[in-house]
Antibody
């Protein structure tokens, strides 16, 4: 069974750093693109970027380029999303999602709520 | 960046209704269009991929059509569990972009 399990909720202060994770199981992690999606409170879905763990090819959406860093460790089937300096506007739920060969995100993590507040 | 525009943003509807949601791309995306359902507090769920292929386990009352720039999601007979928000997403370019969502509410 394909599963993506994300790390737990985070509460941080502005300016702090953060790295959240997404562990895949039940499939060949290295051979599927895996991406991150932001959902701000009461808002829609936004693709942030996507990584191919097999060779660490990364594509960022223009809005998120330079704002976050996406990485993956295929040896432990885990993808990461990190911030070096959080802002209040980073408050959101972050989902990881596996992209199928047809290009559709077919399996999703449960979401990681991130709250940034002073 | 390819922009995706859904309409309507909000749809008041009733159980048993036939519902159609449209999605328009700012440029041709061939058939690389996917549809998702999201319920409050839950992760999105894939319904339709490459415009018209039904994801495994999704009821047959859901169907998709279209190509190029114009696409539709149709629910043939709305059930109580279908009241949710629906998103289209293009996978023509990587990583892809979502529409702004269509919320189905009970009339």
């Amino acid at each position: 069974e394909v599963q993506l399990v994300q790390s737990g909720a985070e509460v941080k202060k502005p300016g702090e750093s953060l790295k959240i994770s997404c562990k895949g199981s039940g499939y060949s992690f290295a051979n599927y693109w895996i991406g991150w999606v932001r959902q701000m409170p009461g808002k829609g879905l936004e693709w942030m970027g996507i990584i191919y763990p097999g060779d660490s090819d990364i594509r960022y959406s223009p809005s998120f380029q330079g704002q976050v860093t996406i990485s993956a460790d295929k040896s432990i089937s885990t993808a990461y999303l990190q911030w070096s300096s959080l802002k209040a506007s980073d408050t959101a739920i972050y989902y990881c999602a596996r992209r199928s060969p047809e290009g559709a995100p077919d399996y999703w993590g449960q979401g990681t709520p991130v709250t940034v507040s002073s | 960046d390819i922009q995706m525009t859904q309409s309507p943003s909000l749809l008041s509807t009733s159980v048993g209704d036939r519902v159609t949601i449209t999605c328009r791309a700012s440029q041709s995306i061939s058939r690389y269009l996917n549809w998702y359902q999201q319920k409050p507090g839950k992760a999105p769920k894939l319904l339709i991929y490459v415009a018209s292929s039904l994801q495994s386990g999704v009821p047959s009352r859901f169907s998709g059509s279209g190509s190029g720039t114009d696409f539709t999601l149709t629910i043939s007979s709305l059930q109580p569990e279908d009241f949710a928000t629906y998103y289209c997403q293009q996978s023509f370019s990587t990583p892809g972009t979502f529409g702004q969502g269509t919320k189905l509410e009970i009339k």
